[in-house]
């Protein structure tokens, strides 16, 4: 019942045009199992973007296997070495959507991730950023971290004066266009907290 109720609002919806953008470096152990779980969305109207940060491995010949006209490959000229800020600042520079959607490499989402988000867009026009959840998979630290990375998140005790207010990550984001026109795009300079810096320009302009 669930499953037939998010189908009808789909249908319902105005279908905006989606760009799902994402970074990736060295991720030839997880950008195949990524993007097939995006490409088995239901939401009907929607690209990808991927930015390839001049990865050594076999990321770039996986990436070519793929026949999906839903799908494009960028490749930065050098290794940008910021974390996934120009990757990411490449494809949303490039991205035909009225929304926005940010996502990692190593992560794997459900069917109805691209639908979830454009409902809560359609519960509330004033709305212009949604966050979600990061469920971590992986026994590496970085994986464990995953867990706390959820909705609004902080690390009190960070060098950054940025990572240690409140902020979504950049996993599992999606924006209105315009908040980038109002706010400008990913810090190229930092060498992480990237997604702190950001948010602190979104509060700045009031941005909900």
Request: hydrophobic letters at 35%; one cysteine or more; proline letters at 3%.
């Amino acid at each position: 019942m669930e499953v037939n109720n998010k189908l009808n609002m789909i249908t319902q919806m105005k279908s905006p045009f989606v760009s799902v953008v994402i970074p990736v470096y060295n991720g030839e152990k997880t950008i195949l199992s990524c993007l097939e779980s995006v490409f088995r969305n239901n939401y009907p109207n929607f690209e990808v973007i991927v930015c390839n940060d001049c990865s050594t491995d076999k990321t770039l010949e996986l990436l070519s296997l793929i026949k999906d006209s839903r799908l494009e490959i960028i490749s930065l000229p050098e290794n940008s070495k910021t974390m996934g800020s120009a990757a990411r600042n490449t494809g949303i520079k490039i991205a035909k959507g009225s929304i926005i959607l940010l996502l990692d490499s190593d992560t794997i989402v459900n069917p109805d991730w691209i639908t979830l988000h454009l409902m809560t867009y359609e519960k509330n026009a004033k709305i212009q950023v949604v966050g979600g959840g990061v469920k971590g998979i992986h026994k590496t630290f970085s994986g464990q971290a995953d867990d706390y990375c959820s909705w609004w998140t902080s690390i009190p005790y960070s060098r950054s004066k940025y990572v240690r207010k409140l902020h979504l990550p950049t996993n599992n984001l999606s924006l209105k266009r315009e908040v980038f026109d109002k706010v400008g795009l990913f810090d190229e300079t930092l060498r992480g907290g990237e997604d702190a810096e950001f948010f602190s320009r979104i509060n700045k302009n009031n941005i909900s």
